[in-house]
């Protein structure tokens, strides 16, 4: 069957580093992958897609890279800061946007 | 205002009594879906609608039921709610009305349901 797997274990850094998060997926060709961040009792917020035939992807401080080959993207955050303390999650859609598939999410930490 | 409401956002519920969630949209979205989130599983669909007429079974539809008043209005239902269905239950949609990709979805905030 289809899966998603990101860290489950949370993830600490300092202030101003880079955070790098991973979500690898098996049994899937999907034609997009997104990232959402989610904060405590809300709910996902859309941060980012990237196609299937992209390999990276920049918006402001944050950068995905796509590797369907090796099926794992990577998401970076850079100049971290407190304020991006959250969970992230990766999603997965076929082409239509529909019964799109999520990974549980990597709990994020930015200490100042 | 927000985009997406759901109402209520907390219920308390015993087993074996109907309950419904109502989401509300003013994107003008066609598509709204309903998930739900368990912690260590991640976002599960129950059941998704492209429009008004047109009604799709999720991942997990089972013991759940749905209705599409109107373009901005979608509700779930639990007939016989039980302990299992105890959750973070999420709506979500999604457009072209400005420029998105059917595949970016905005989520309301959620709603606590504990069936004790």
């Known amino acids: 069957s289809q899966k998603i797997e990101q860290n489950s274990e949370a993830l600490n850094i300092q202030e101003g580093k880079t955070a790098t998060l991973t979500c690898n997926y098996t049994?899937?060709?999907?034609?997009?992958l997104q990232w959402y961040r989610q904060d405590p009792g809300r709910g996902p917020v859309f941060l980012l897609l990237?196609?299937?035939?992209?390999k990276e992807k920049r918006k402001e401080r944050l950068k995905v890279t796509f590797d369907t080959t090796l099926k794992q993207s990577l998401f970076h955050i850079t100049a971290s800061q407190p304020a991006d303390s959250a969970t992230y999650l990766c999603?997965?859609?076929?082409?239509?946007?529909?019964?799109?598939?999520f990974g549980a999410g990597t709990r994020l930490f930015v200490k100042a | 205002d927000a985009d997406v409401t759901q109402t209520p956002r907390n219920r308390i519920t015993k087993t074996g009594k109907r309950i419904m969630l109502e989401c509300s949209q003013t994107?003008?979205?066609?598509?709204m879906y309903w998930y739900r989130q368990d912690p260590g599983l991640g976002l599960r669909l129950i059941y998704y609608?492209?429009?008004?007429?047109?009604?799709n079974k999720g991942e997990i539809s089972d013991g759940y039921s749905v209705s599409r008043q109107a373009q901005a209005k979608f509700s779930l239902s639990l007939e016989s709610a039980i302990p299992n269905q105890t959750a973070l239950y999420f709506c979500?949609?999604?457009?072209?009305?400005?420029?998105?990709?059917?595949?970016?979805?905005?989520f309301g905030p959620g709603t606590r349901l504990t069936v004790l």
């Open positions: 979500a949609t999604s457009g072209r009305t400005q420029g998105e990709v059917y595949n970016e979805q905005f």
């Open positions: 049994n899937y060709s999907p034609a997009y």
């Open positions: 990237i196609r299937e035939n992209e």
């Open positions: 999603a997965l859609d076929g082409t239509g946007g529909f019964k799109t598939i």
């Open positions: 994107k003008g979205h066609d598509r």
């Open positions: 609608s492209f429009d008004v007429k047109d009604i």
